[in-house]
Protein backbone atom coordinates (compact mmCIF):
# COMPACT_ATOMS: atom_id res chain seq x y z
CA UNK A 1 0.00 0.00 0.00
CA UNK A 2 1.08 3.73 -0.97
CA UNK A 3 1.76 6.35 1.21
CA UNK A 4 -0.54 8.45 -0.65
CA UNK A 5 -3.63 5.34 -0.16
CA UNK A 6 -2.72 5.38 3.29
CA UNK A 7 -3.40 9.03 3.85
CA UNK A 8 -6.15 9.16 1.41
CA UNK A 9 -7.56 6.39 3.95
CA UNK A 10 -7.10 8.49 6.95
CA UNK A 11 -8.11 11.80 5.47
CA UNK A 12 -11.13 10.42 4.62
CA UNK A 13 -11.97 9.08 8.07
CA UNK A 14 -10.79 11.95 9.88
CA UNK A 15 -12.23 14.41 7.29
CA UNK A 16 -15.29 12.92 6.01
CA UNK A 17 -16.53 10.14 8.89
CA UNK A 18 -15.82 11.38 11.93
CA UNK A 19 -16.78 15.24 11.93
CA UNK A 20 -20.53 13.53 10.56
CA UNK A 21 -21.03 12.31 14.81
CA UNK A 22 -19.37 8.90 13.57
CA UNK A 23 -17.29 8.83 17.07
CA UNK A 24 -17.49 5.15 17.34
CA UNK A 25 -13.84 3.56 18.12
CA UNK A 26 -15.11 0.08 16.71
CA UNK A 27 -16.17 1.56 13.55
CA UNK A 28 -13.64 4.01 13.12
CA UNK A 29 -10.69 1.46 13.39
CA UNK A 30 -13.02 -0.80 11.20
CA UNK A 31 -13.33 1.99 8.47
CA UNK A 32 -9.37 2.22 9.02
CA UNK A 33 -7.92 -1.11 8.83
CA UNK A 34 -10.24 -2.65 6.15
CA UNK A 35 -9.08 -1.68 2.37
CA UNK A 36 -12.16 -0.05 1.19
CA UNK A 37 -10.44 0.51 -2.68
CA UNK A 38 -10.21 -3.38 -2.58
CA UNK A 39 -14.01 -3.28 -3.00
CA UNK A 40 -14.37 -0.74 -5.35
CA UNK A 41 -14.72 -1.38 -9.25
CA UNK A 42 -11.12 -1.26 -10.52
CA UNK A 43 -12.20 1.71 -13.18
CA UNK A 44 -13.00 3.36 -9.95
CA UNK A 45 -10.18 2.67 -7.60
CA UNK A 46 -8.84 6.71 -7.84
CA UNK A 47 -12.29 7.63 -6.33
CA UNK A 48 -12.10 4.90 -3.29
CA UNK A 49 -12.12 7.21 -0.90
CA UNK A 50 -13.93 10.60 -2.62
CA UNK A 51 -17.01 12.17 -0.40
CA UNK A 52 -19.44 10.46 -3.65
CA UNK A 53 -21.26 7.06 -3.99
CA UNK A 54 -19.97 5.10 -6.66
CA UNK A 55 -21.97 3.12 -9.43
CA UNK A 56 -21.80 -0.11 -9.22
CA UNK A 57 -23.98 -1.45 -12.23
CA UNK A 58 -27.93 -1.80 -12.27
CA UNK A 59 -28.73 1.21 -11.02
CA UNK A 60 -26.84 0.50 -7.90
CA UNK A 61 -24.25 2.77 -5.91
CA UNK A 62 -21.78 1.95 -2.93
CA UNK A 63 -22.41 4.22 -0.59
CA UNK A 64 -20.69 7.31 0.71
CA UNK A 65 -18.02 7.02 3.48
CA UNK A 66 -20.20 9.10 6.06
CA UNK A 67 -23.09 6.84 5.29
CA UNK A 68 -21.43 3.44 5.72
CA UNK A 69 -20.02 5.11 8.84
CA UNK A 70 -23.10 6.83 10.37
CA UNK A 71 -25.17 2.90 9.79
CA UNK A 72 -22.26 1.15 11.39
CA UNK A 73 -22.16 3.18 14.21
CA UNK A 74 -26.27 3.19 14.62
CA UNK A 75 -26.22 -0.59 14.43
CA UNK A 76 -23.72 -0.52 17.31
CA UNK A 77 -23.40 -4.12 16.43
CA UNK A 78 -22.16 -6.88 19.24
CA UNK A 79 -19.64 -9.70 18.59
CA UNK A 80 -22.55 -12.37 18.93
CA UNK A 81 -25.01 -10.81 16.58
CA UNK A 82 -26.26 -11.98 13.22
CA UNK A 83 -26.93 -9.96 10.92
CA UNK A 84 -28.77 -10.28 7.63
CA UNK A 85 -28.06 -7.39 4.58
CA UNK A 86 -30.55 -7.32 1.95
CA UNK A 87 -28.32 -5.68 -0.75
CA UNK A 88 -24.79 -6.54 -1.03
CA UNK A 89 -23.92 -4.12 -3.38
CA UNK A 90 -19.78 -4.06 -3.20
CA UNK A 91 -19.76 -6.15 -0.14
CA UNK A 92 -17.68 -3.00 1.78
CA UNK A 93 -20.49 -2.97 4.40
CA UNK A 94 -20.77 -6.66 4.48
CA UNK A 95 -16.96 -6.75 5.62
CA UNK A 96 -17.41 -4.19 7.74
CA UNK A 97 -20.05 -5.72 9.59
CA UNK A 98 -18.73 -8.85 9.74
CA UNK A 99 -15.89 -7.48 11.60
CA UNK A 100 -18.40 -6.20 14.20
CA UNK A 101 -20.76 -9.15 14.20
CA UNK A 102 -20.68 -12.71 14.48
CA UNK A 103 -21.82 -13.30 10.88
CA UNK A 104 -23.83 -11.55 7.73
CA UNK A 105 -25.77 -13.43 5.67
CA UNK A 106 -26.25 -10.31 2.64
CA UNK A 107 -28.55 -10.86 -0.25
CA UNK A 108 -27.85 -9.36 -3.60
CA UNK A 109 -30.87 -9.39 -7.02
CA UNK A 110 -27.32 -9.46 -9.38
CA UNK A 111 -25.88 -12.26 -9.81
CA UNK A 112 -22.83 -10.28 -11.47
CA UNK A 113 -22.27 -7.99 -8.11
CA UNK A 114 -23.08 -11.15 -5.85
CA UNK A 115 -19.93 -13.25 -7.30
CA UNK A 116 -17.88 -10.25 -7.35
CA UNK A 117 -18.32 -9.48 -3.64
CA UNK A 118 -18.03 -13.14 -2.80
CA UNK A 119 -14.46 -12.38 -4.22
CA UNK A 120 -13.40 -9.38 -2.62
CA UNK A 121 -14.47 -11.14 1.15
CA UNK A 122 -12.54 -13.86 0.31
CA UNK A 123 -9.35 -11.71 -1.00
CA UNK A 124 -10.07 -9.82 2.47
CA UNK A 125 -10.03 -13.36 4.24
CA UNK A 126 -13.43 -12.29 5.63
CA UNK A 127 -15.01 -15.83 6.33
CA UNK A 128 -18.01 -14.99 8.44
CA UNK A 129 -20.45 -13.83 5.26
CA UNK A 130 -22.92 -16.05 3.67
CA UNK A 131 -23.64 -14.14 0.09
CA UNK A 132 -27.11 -15.61 -1.46
CA UNK A 133 -28.07 -14.52 -5.14
CA UNK A 134 -31.93 -13.82 -4.97
CA UNK A 135 -34.49 -10.81 -4.39
CA UNK A 136 -35.08 -10.81 -0.60
CA UNK A 137 -38.41 -8.66 -1.26
CA UNK A 138 -39.79 -10.83 -3.73
CA UNK A 139 -39.26 -14.39 -2.18
CA UNK A 140 -40.50 -15.52 0.90
CA UNK A 141 -37.38 -16.03 3.47
CA UNK A 142 -37.64 -19.31 6.08
CA UNK A 143 -38.71 -18.72 9.79
CA UNK A 144 -34.65 -17.38 10.15
CA UNK A 145 -34.62 -14.04 12.48
CA UNK A 146 -31.83 -12.09 13.19
CA UNK A 147 -30.60 -9.80 15.90
CA UNK A 148 -29.98 -7.46 12.85
CA UNK A 149 -31.67 -6.50 9.52
CA UNK A 150 -29.80 -4.02 7.26
CA UNK A 151 -31.78 -2.80 4.13
CA UNK A 152 -28.94 -1.35 1.63
CA UNK A 153 -31.21 0.96 -0.04
CA UNK A 154 -34.23 2.85 -0.16
CA UNK A 155 -37.90 1.82 0.51
CA UNK A 156 -41.33 3.42 0.68
CA UNK A 157 -42.25 1.34 3.52
CA UNK A 158 -40.53 -1.43 5.83
CA UNK A 159 -41.51 -4.40 3.83
CA UNK A 160 -43.69 -6.80 6.91
CA UNK A 161 -41.26 -9.70 5.79
CA UNK A 162 -38.15 -8.30 6.35
CA UNK A 163 -39.77 -6.81 9.82
CA UNK A 164 -41.13 -10.78 10.32
CA UNK A 165 -36.46 -11.79 9.94
CA UNK A 166 -36.20 -9.39 13.44
CA UNK A 167 -36.11 -11.49 16.46
CA UNK A 168 -37.62 -10.03 19.53
CA UNK A 169 -35.30 -7.46 21.02
CA UNK A 170 -33.44 -7.17 17.67
CA UNK A 171 -33.10 -4.11 14.92
CA UNK A 172 -33.82 -3.23 11.67
CA UNK A 173 -32.20 -0.72 9.50
CA UNK A 174 -33.47 1.17 6.51
CA UNK A 175 -34.46 4.12 4.66
CA UNK A 176 -37.35 5.03 3.88
CA UNK A 177 -39.85 7.56 2.76
CA UNK A 178 -40.05 9.78 -0.83
CA UNK A 179 -36.77 10.64 -2.86
CA UNK A 180 -35.50 12.98 -2.64
CA UNK A 181 -35.64 13.27 1.22
CA UNK A 182 -35.82 9.62 2.74
CA UNK A 183 -34.93 8.97 6.54
CA UNK A 184 -32.49 6.77 7.87
CA UNK A 185 -34.55 5.02 10.68
CA UNK A 186 -33.28 2.51 13.36
CA UNK A 187 -36.58 0.36 14.24
CA UNK A 188 -36.38 -1.97 17.43
CA UNK A 189 -38.68 -4.69 17.64
CA UNK A 190 -40.03 -4.78 21.61
CA UNK A 191 -41.82 -7.69 21.39
CA UNK A 192 -44.08 -9.66 18.23
CA UNK A 193 -45.91 -6.54 17.14
CA UNK A 194 -44.32 -3.63 19.01
CA UNK A 195 -42.01 -1.58 17.56
CA UNK A 196 -40.07 1.49 18.21
CA UNK A 197 -38.29 3.69 15.88
CA UNK A 198 -36.23 6.66 15.76
CA UNK A 199 -34.71 8.83 12.92
CA UNK A 200 -31.53 9.53 12.40
CA UNK A 201 -30.55 11.39 9.49
CA UNK A 202 -31.74 11.99 6.00
CA UNK A 203 -30.41 11.68 2.71
CA UNK A 204 -31.33 10.18 -0.73
CA UNK A 205 -30.45 6.89 -1.55
CA UNK A 206 -31.69 4.60 -4.52
CA UNK A 207 -34.69 2.49 -3.98
CA UNK A 208 -34.34 -1.22 -3.60
CA UNK A 209 -36.06 -3.23 -6.18
CA UNK A 210 -39.82 -3.66 -5.70
CA UNK A 211 -39.76 -1.36 -2.73
CA UNK A 212 -40.60 2.05 -4.66
CA UNK A 213 -43.29 4.70 -4.07
CA UNK A 214 -46.41 3.76 -5.65
CA UNK A 215 -47.25 5.42 -8.56
CA UNK A 216 -49.61 8.36 -8.63
CA UNK A 217 -51.58 9.46 -12.00
CA UNK A 218 -52.60 12.62 -12.26
CA UNK A 219 -55.60 13.40 -15.17
Known amino acids: MSIDTEL ?23 LRELRREAF ?27 IEGRILQALALAADERVLEVGTGSGFLTA ?28 AH ?7 T ?26 EQLRACVRPGGRLFAFVGESPALQAVLATREGPA ?13 YL ?3 EPPRRFSL
Open 8 to 30: ARHNMVENQIRPWEVLDVRVLDT
Open 40 to 66: VPEHLRHLAFADMALPLGHGEFMFKPV
Open 96 to 123: CMARLAASVTSVERHADLADAARKRLAS
Open 126 to 132: IGNVRVE
Open 134 to 159: GDALGEARTSETFDVVVLGGGVYAIP
Open 194 to 206: QWTQRSLFETDVP
Open 209 to 211: HNA
